[in-house]
């Protein structure tokens, strides 16, 4: 820990030089006054350079595994925070992150048996509540004409126009922006297919920013589905989310899952915005809700069957082939699905009533509000 707390001294020492030369390039000496206030120029550089040191601090501290680890290394990083950073001065959001460390930094008591089962069985019921709220929301649409929800099919022109349609919608979503985010400073986004192994339809790649398409499952999903893949996985979801600005990744799986809340959170508010309040539009929202919800609970209840699965999702008429697919990757990676079922979870307790409710104007105050949460366990 000396090694850390040397390099924060020395970043503060250089900042504190920085600081100083700069505001005083040029400009005679001036002489020192003692027991004099601040000034808010001096203030606001001072809380600059707290923040720095907190992020830098913490950011020395991650394991090699981009984790802080075991409950005494979070411990110690605790310490030194407390120590070399005055607190007064960090962020709400930074303020948030070390009280996140200072609660992973008690002792870890594995909860009983009992609370471990009466949590699972809570859980069961939110995601099955949540499940028939939306199933309900999803038969209120009734039967959709067909030729708005065309498979893209096996055609290279058929599949190369979905992925157009994917880029149009991002466009769509990049000027309207209903959600108000701060949509500057993003990579180009691109949108790839993906040839290696993978049960996902889609997802996001961090590496290149870019959304992947399994060409296995791309001639099976509908070409209004591109609307939210664009969604999910461009704007306004993984790519802003993923670059936005943010705190030292302390604990990325949580903040993988709580990405992923955000995203579904918003697919279900753009309910409020004019551009979606169309059926095939909602349906095909509906049906994505549905899907994971189902794969969450399957994630959670791990010997529920497939034709179990099917029914959770038989108002979808979702094809056998994709409820196949997400079958299997509900069941390759339950925690990951268990910790996005939570975090959605208490997300949705943040606001302020129920999405379906509330109006577009509170739904961007609510949404910015909630995005400095997403760097800390929510679940």
Do not use: W
């Amino acid at each position: 820990m000396s090694r850390i707390f040397a390099h924060g001294t020395a970043l503060l020492g250089k900042l504190l030089a920085f600081g100083v030369l700069t505001g005083c390039a040029g400009y005679p000496a001036q002489p020192i006054q003692q027991n004099r206030e601040a000034s808010d120029g001096e203030v606001s550089l001072r809380a600059r350079l707290e923040q720095t040191l907190f992020n830098d601090l913490v950011t020395q501290g991650i394991s090699t595994e981009n984790y802080l680890g075991t409950p005494e290394q979070v411990h110690d990083i605790k310490i030194i925070l407390e120590r070399d950073v005055d607190l007064r001065l960090i962020s709400n959001a930074q303020r948030q992150l070390f009280s996140a460390i200072a609660g992973h930094a008690k002792a870890q008591v594995p909860p009983p048996e009992a609370r471990i089962e009466r949590d699972h069985q809570q859980l069961t019921e939110a995601l099955t509540s949540r499940l028939n709220r939306l199933s309900t929301a999803r038969a209120a649409l009734g039967r959709l004409n067909p030729e708005l929800l065309v498979r893209v099919g096996p055609s290279e022109l058929g599949q190369q126009q979905f992925l157009d349609l994917v880029d149009s919608a991002i466009a769509v979503q990049l000027a309207s922006n209903p959600f108000a985010l701060d949509y500057t400073q993003l990579p180009s986004l691109l949108i790839k297919r993906y040839h290696l192994p993978t049960h996902k339809a889609f997802f996001y790649q961090t590496q290149d920013s870019s959304i992947r398409l399994n060409p296995m499952l791309l001639s099976e999903l509908s070409f209004a589905e591109a609307e939210v893949i664009a969604f999910l996985a461009g704007l306004p979801g993984k790519h802003f989310l993923t670059h936005r600005r943010q705190l030292p990744a302390v604990f990325p799986k949580h903040r993988a899952a709580n990405q992923t809340a955000l995203t579904l959170l918003m697919l279900e508010a753009a309910d409020a915005v004019a551009f979606y309040q169309v059926d095939y539009s909602r349906a095909v929202r509906l049906n994505h809700l549905l899907l994971v919800t189902a794969q969450q609970l399957k994630a959670i209840n791990v010997t529920m069957t497939f034709d179990e699965f099917v029914e959770l999702t038989t108002i979808t008429g979702t094809n056998p082939a994709r409820l196949q697919a997400a079958f299997a990757e509900a069941a390759e990676a339950p925690e990951a699905f268990e910790r996005s079922a939570r975090a959605l979870l208490a997300l949705h307790q943040q606001l302020s009533g129920p999405i379906t409710s509330l109006p577009i104007q509170v739904l961007q105050q609510e949404i910015a509000a909630l995005l400095p949460l997403l760097d800390v366990p929510q679940s």
